[in-house]
């Protein structure tokens, strides 16, 4: 399910990063939150990806030097936090009762 290789032409720094949830449902709501962003990011220097398998979720990043691999791996990994923060705010409220409901 990758939405773009990573692999970019002339990227001398690559990283694979596994984001492990406890249902693959989590995990596919993570997946598609993120995966939208890859073609909104556009940077010449750098590149990722995301991948789902089961329960995994996989982000690729690659860059041509240092600096764009941080501020790849920074964004993407603040990107994974942000649905996983939201993922978890929304099941908290479909656990709770309504208002009104005890």
Known sequence: M???EASADGADHEAAIDFEYADE????VVAESVRVEVDEIVDERSRAGVERDGRVVRVDVAAA???AFRAGLNTWMRLVAVAEDVAADA???TD????GEP
């Open 2 to 4: 990758a939405s773009r």
């Open 25 to 28: 449902r989590r995990a596919r």
């Open 65 to 67: 030097d240092l600096v």
């Open 91 to 93: 099941s908290d409220r």
């Open 96 to 99: 709770r009762p309504a208002a």
